[in-house]
């Protein structure tokens, strides 16, 4: 039988729950070898991951100039930090009614030390990975540089195929490793209806960005959003069902190219460019995931500056993170560690939780994309907002 990603990784939190209930010595002991063995081979693709698909990303711009390109990328950079600033803030309000319980220092229980601790250290640090990232990719598109362009593109299909063949399969492993720890400490189930508010905090925040986003690209464009966000009704509900912002991108597009006050060279430049480049809906999923792990392991919420600096790298990693499963989770899986602290154990809860919420927000990035290319339609489109008589009538496809 074949499972998709979803359920393996619930298997996997399901048998580690199990073992960890047991609390047989020997069995932790195995499961805590695997965590530190499958958690150093999770971190040695880290700066990997930064590198492939942000100088990629930047690569592939190469050739496209001009303003629209700017002010579109442009546009879904800061919409996708203001959305992860938003959801930050919604973090820092709610979270600390959620009653999370961390047990720390002597309360916590002691678990079975490994039988042997297998180390891998990633080859450069998440920073140093940033940078040459940028650099690879800005000079791919300076002058004529076939050869890095080449480079970094398929040094970006190497690290996809290395995902979905080995970091893919390994991560219902490694989650059960992570819960069979989780359990062995009595953590658990005093916690488990918080991540049921801490999905339903997302999905709350998410709706309302859509809504935010759609109100501010009617007052620009000054017609009706609700015609555009009807026709991306089914995207939206496609989206939720694969998971997959590259899938539901033909329906978007379609769907989009039915709103008659929209130009059509605009809706057919900006809905396939946002795929790619428009992320709120995953920044908004991982911004309060983070906050909400950092407050189960640590007992509190990163600091305001922390949390700013996470925000403003989190809007740029996020670009190109769209070409694997929870590929938005694993590129910021860098950031998660190196601004946030969080260890083998936080990272595999992050993992996990995005998953389960992955549907949401690859619904909202795509439903999203609609909004934009209504305002970026009022300053580039040949049918600019105020001459177009507003019209309702779209065709929506069930």
Avoid at 87 to 107: D, K, N
Avoid at 135 to 150: D, E, F, Q
Avoid at 308 to 322: C, K, P, Q, R
Wanted: neutral net charge; glycine residues 10%.
């Amino acid at each position: 039988m074949k499972f998709g990603l979803i359920p393996k990784l619930l298997i996997g939190l399901a048998a580690g729950i199990a073992i960890g209930l047991l609390d047989v010595d020997w069995m932790i002991r195995i499961t805590e070898t695997a965590r530190i063995l499958l958690g150093g081979i999770i971190k040695f693709f880290i700066p990997l991951i930064l590198i492939a698909f942000i100088a990629a990303g930047i690569a592939d711009l190469r050739g496209k100039t001009g303003k629209l390109l700017s002010f579109t990328v442009g546009l879904s950079y800061v919409d996708t930090i203001i959305a992860s600033a938003l959801a930050a803030l919604a973090a820092y309000l709610m979270i600390p009614s959620f009653g999370i319980v961390t047990t720390t220092g002597e309360e916590a229980a002691a678990i079975a030390e490994p039988f042997i601790e297998i180390n891998i250290p990633p080859i450069m640090d998440v920073m140093s990975a940033l940078m040459l990232a940028f650099v690879l990719g800005i000079g791919a598109t300076w002058g004529k540089s076939p050869t890095i362009t080449y480079a970094v593109t398929e040094f970006r299909e190497i690290i996809i195929r290395c995902i979905n063949k080995l970091v893919i399969p390994i991560l219902p492993f490694f989650i059960a490793t992570i819960f069979a720890g989780v359990a062995a400490k009595g953590d658990l189930f005093s916690n488990i209806a918080i991540f049921g508010k801490m999905f339903g905090l997302i999905i709350g925040m998410q709706l309302l960005w859509l809504i935010i986003e759609y109100v501010l690209a009617g007052i620009v464009f000054k017609q009706n959003p609700w015609t555009m966000f009807k026709a991306l009704i089914p995207a939206y509900f496609t989206a939720i069902g694969t998971m997959s912002s590259a899938v539901t991108m033909p329906v978007a597009l379609k769907q989009a190219q039915k709103v008659k006050y929209m130009d059509r060279d605009i809706v057919d430049f900006v809905i396939p460019l946002c795929n790619t480049v428009h992320l709120s809906g995953a920044a908004i999923g991982i911004t309060v995931g983070a906050a909400t792990v950092s407050m189960f392991t640590t007992g509190e919420l990163p600091s305001i500056t922390t949390m700013i600096a996470f925000v403003i790298l989190l809007g740029i990693i996020e670009v190109g993170a769209v070409g694997v499963p929870g590929g938005s989770v694993m590129a910021s899986l860098g950031i998660l560690q190196s601004v946030l602290g969080f260890d083998e154990a936080a990272l595999g809860l992050m993992i996990t939780l995005f998953a389960i919420q992955d549907g949401f927000a690859t619904a909202t990035n795509v439903t999203g994309d609609g909004a934009l290319a209504m305002i970026i339609n009022r300053f580039f489109g040949k049918k600019q907002g105020p001459d177009v008589p507003a019209s309702s009538d779209v065709t929506v496809d069930a």
